[in-house]
C-alpha cells in the first residue's frame, strides 16, 4: 500500500479548521479521505493497494500516482492553510 497524507501535530485547531470543510476538500481531491484525530497528533490521508511494491513494471504507475496526489494535495490544502492562518 502506498499513501498520501498530512500530519498535523498538536493542533486540533488547525484539523477541525479543515474537518469542516471537509466534503469541499474531498470533492477537490476526487476521492474520500480518511481523517483520523488522535490525542497528540492528527492525520489526513488517502491510500493506493498495490499489489507488489517492488514490481518494476508497476513502479512507474505507483510513482506517477504518489506525485500526481501529492501536488494535488499541496494544491488544495495549501490554499486551506492560507485561509486558517488569516
Same mark, same amino acid.
Given at each position: ?7 498535523? !501535530?498538536?493542533? #486540533?485547531?488547525? /484539523? %477541525?479548521?479543515l #474537518? %469542516? &470543510?471537509?466534503?469541499?476538500?474531498e470533492?477537490?481531491?476526487? %476521492?474520500?479521505i ?5 490525542? *497528540?497528533?492528527? &492525520? ?10 517492488? !514490481?518494476? &513494471?508497476?513502479?512507474? #504507475? ?5 506525485? %500526481?496526489?501529492? *501536488?494535488? /494535495? ?9 485561509? /486558517? #492562518?488569516?
Open positions: 500500500m502506498i499513501g498520501c497524507e498530512i500530519y498535523i !501535530n498538536k493542533d #486540533k485547531e488547525l /484539523f %477541525e479548521f #474537518k %469542516e &470543510r471537509k466534503d469541499e476538500i470533492k477537490e481531491i476526487g %476521492e474520500p480518511e481523517w483520523i484525530d488522535a490525542a *497528540v497528533a492528527s &492525520r489526513i490521508k488517502i491510500k493506493k493497494e498495490v499489489t507488489d511494491l517492488f !514490481n518494476q &513494471r508497476e513502479a512507474e #504507475k505507483y510513482f506517477t500516482w504518489l506525485y %500526481e496526489k501529492t *501536488v494535488l /494535495f499541496q494544491k488544495v490544502f495549501g490554499r486551506y492553510l492560507k485561509e /486558517f #492562518k488569516k
